[in-house]
């Protein structure tokens, strides 16, 4: 993410309405308090590259056998529980 929590240029973002790519706009925006309408209920964010981290998403509705189907079909660098959505490590 960069500043002020807008998605990077090339972030996938997959939705119940289907992928969204970012394009480092204001239309793009993950912060612990607010997200963009287009960004919600967001299952997975993809990086346009390998040094960014992937992250997977628990929501209030995924199990345990959602989780592990999404760890079986990809590697995430995070995995988010709704606790940890949008909170940087060193401040849990």
């Not at 240029?9 to 939705?15: C, L, N, S």
């Not at 309405?17 to 793009?28: I, L, R």
């Not at 509705?61 to 949008?86: K, M, N, R």
Request: hydrophobic fraction near 35%.
């Amino acid at each position: 993410m960069g500043k002020d929590g807008v998605l990077s240029p090339g972030v996938q973002v997959d939705t119940p309405h289907g992928a969204v790519v970012a394009d480092g706009s204001q239309d793009y925006v993950i912060t612990f308090a607010n997200e963009s309408a287009n960004l919600a209920e967001r299952s997975i964010m993809r990086p346009p590259s390998e040094s960014m981290p992937q992250v997977v998403y628990l929501g209030s509705e995924t199990g345990e056998a959602d989780l592990l189907e999404a760890l079986s079909v990809s590697s995430p660098s995070l995995v988010a529980g709704p606790s940890a959505i949008g909170c940087p490590a060193s401040t849990r």
